[in-house]
């Protein structure tokens, strides 16, 4: 199986980037999933129902997210509704929503998502260790293949969570910090790796952000409200292809697709 995983979607040029580039890309490359994290999706914080449903028309399977999925008060009886949004699985009993779910191909195959988020300076949530390897078990009653968005800060946390989930899910990708790093590969039990998947959305930007607003941030330590640029858009992500039989990762792939104007 080939599964798509696009990285953090952030605002205008990122929705663009889907509407642009999601539908060329899943022909070229033959894929059967698409994971896509779109937290930053609603003006670089936060998703809107119709911006989630917009998504899942274009052909996103389901959408994870993170620490800014609760920047939009609409979003939260959405949650409830839409089974194909998820927040991280971590958060205490009682949140809106679920983070962990089966989802059905038209084929009949199935593949598991888990969302997560990091903790180091991050939200002092449940431990993303435990939640994951729980939500794990019950997800590989149903399928071997098991995706897990591990939503966090530290490099060593993704790493870690890797390692301690190595042979039991098919790949733990790393998102929040938009921007794609080398390290992909297939650790010794199957599951791929990657630190962070990159970012949907401009490049020409910190992070995301008008260069110039960001900059006086770090120059004044006044906190200006963030501006999401405009400049040199990309869709970036990672194909993975999954064996089916045994839920096992062979290769993992980097890719980026600028969106032409």
């Given at each position: 199986m080939r599964i798509l995983f696009i990285g953090d979607i952030v605002g205008k040029p990122g929705r663009q980037a889907i509407e642009g580039l999601l539908e060329r890309t899943v022909s070229e490359h033959q894929i059967d999933f698409t994971v896509a994290n779109g937290e930053n999706a609603a003006g670089g914080m936060g998703i809107t129902p119709s911006i989630a449903s917009d998504f899942l028309d274009l052909g996103v399977d389901v959408l994870t997210s993170g620490n800014h999925i609760w920047a939009k008060k609409e979003i939260i009886p959405f949650l409830d509704d839409e089974e194909r949004l998820l927040r991280p699985a971590n958060y205490p009993g009682g949140a809106p929503g679920r983070g962990a779910g089966v989802f059905r191909l038209g084929s009949g195959r199935k593949v598991g998502v888990v969302n997560l988020e990091g903790r180091v300076f991050m939200r002092n949530l449940e431990c993303p260790f435990r939640v994951g390897e729980r939500e794990i078990e019950m997800l590989r009653a149903e399928?071997?293949?098991?995706?897990v968005d591990f939503h966090a800060e530290a490099s060593s946390e993704k790493m870690a969570?890797?390692?301690?989930?190595?042979?039991k899910a098919s790949a733990v990708l790393g998102t929040h910090t938009h921007v794609q790093t080398a390290d992909?590969?297939?650790?010794?039990?199957?599951?791929?790796?990657?630190?962070?998947?990159g970012m949907t959305g401009p490049l020409a930007s910190v992070i995301g952000i008008r260069k110039q607003v960001a900059i006086e941030?770090?120059?004044?330590?006044?906190p200006w409200k963030f501006e999401v640029a405009t400049e040199e858009i990309e869709l970036q992500g990672v194909i993975l292809d999954v064996e089916?039989?045994?839920?096992?990762?062979?290769?993992?792939?980097?890719?980026?697709?600028?969106?032409?104007r």
């Amino acid at each position: 199986m080939r599964i798509l995983f696009i990285g953090d979607i952030v605002g205008k040029p990122g929705r663009q980037a889907i509407e642009g580039l999601l539908e060329r890309t899943v022909s070229e490359h033959q894929i059967d999933f698409t994971v896509a994290n779109g937290e930053n999706a609603a003006g670089g914080m936060g998703i809107t129902p119709s911006i989630a449903s917009d998504f899942l028309d274009l052909g996103v399977d389901v959408l994870t997210s993170g620490n800014h999925i609760w920047a939009k008060k609409e979003i939260i009886p959405f949650l409830d509704d839409e089974e194909r949004l998820l927040r991280p699985a971590n958060y205490p009993g009682g949140a809106p929503g679920r983070g962990a779910g089966v989802f059905r191909l038209g084929s009949g195959r199935k593949v598991g998502v888990v969302n997560l988020e990091g903790r180091v300076f991050m939200r002092n949530l449940e431990c993303p260790f435990r939640v994951g390897e729980r939500e794990i078990e019950m997800l590989r009653a149903e399928t071997p293949i098991i995706l897990v968005d591990f939503h966090a800060e530290a490099s060593s946390e993704k790493m870690a969570l890797a390692w301690f989930l190595n042979g039991k899910a098919s790949a733990v990708l790393g998102t929040h910090t938009h921007v794609q790093t080398a390290d992909e590969r297939i650790l010794s039990g199957g599951t791929a790796y990657i630190t962070d998947v990159g970012m949907t959305g401009p490049l020409a930007s910190v992070i995301g952000i008008r260069k110039q607003v960001a900059i006086e941030r770090f120059l004044t330590q006044i906190p200006w409200k963030f501006e999401v640029a405009t400049e040199e858009i990309e869709l970036q992500g990672v194909i993975l292809d999954v064996e089916e039989e045994t839920g096992k990762s062979r290769s993992i792939q980097r890719i980026r697709a600028p969106l032409s104007r």
